[in-house]
């Protein structure tokens, strides 16, 4: 199994930018796909975007569209999230997950996740 470790969240104010990273050891790391989820206090775990194994294609949530980037560095076992043009409504945790399959938007498709980071936006 592969453990996650999730860093570079903070408070912005709204329209700044963060960029998160994942560094993933254990197992390959190139063998999974990967995603990252969110979840705010008294929400479900959300979508926010994933990755396929070689980087090759991504797929994100109409949400953040636009503004949020993924990315891996298979050489480095991380997983990148830039975020930009930052609202208040995306305060949350944010968690990266690795599974199997890829493209997957259920949160229950993935068997690996780190502990979070906690990403705040003031108005």
């Known amino acids: 199994q592969v453990q996650l470790v999730e860093s570079g969240g903070g408070l912005v104010q709204a329209g700044g930018s963060l960029r998160l990273s994942c560094a993933a050891s254990?197992?390959?790391?190139?063998?999974?796909?990967m995603a990252w989820f969110r979840q705010a206090p008294g929400k479900e775990r959300e979508f926010v975007a994933a990755?396929?194994?070689?980087?090759?294609?991504?797929v994100y949530a109409d949400s953040v569209k636009g503004r949020f980037t993924i990315s891996r560095e298979n050489a480095k076992n991380t997983l990148y999230l830039q975020m930009n043009n930052l609202k208040p409504e995306d305060t949350a945790v944010y968690y990266c997950?690795?599974?199997?399959?890829?493209?997957?938007?259920?949160?229950?498709?993935?068997?690996?996740w780190g502990q979070g980071t906690q990403v705040t936006i003031s108005s």
């Open positions: 990755i396929s194994w070689g980087g090759g294609s991504t």
């Open positions: 997950g690795a599974g199997s399959s890829w493209a997957q938007r259920d949160p229950r498709a993935f068997g690996s």
């Open positions: 254990g197992r390959t790391f190139s063998s999974y796909a």
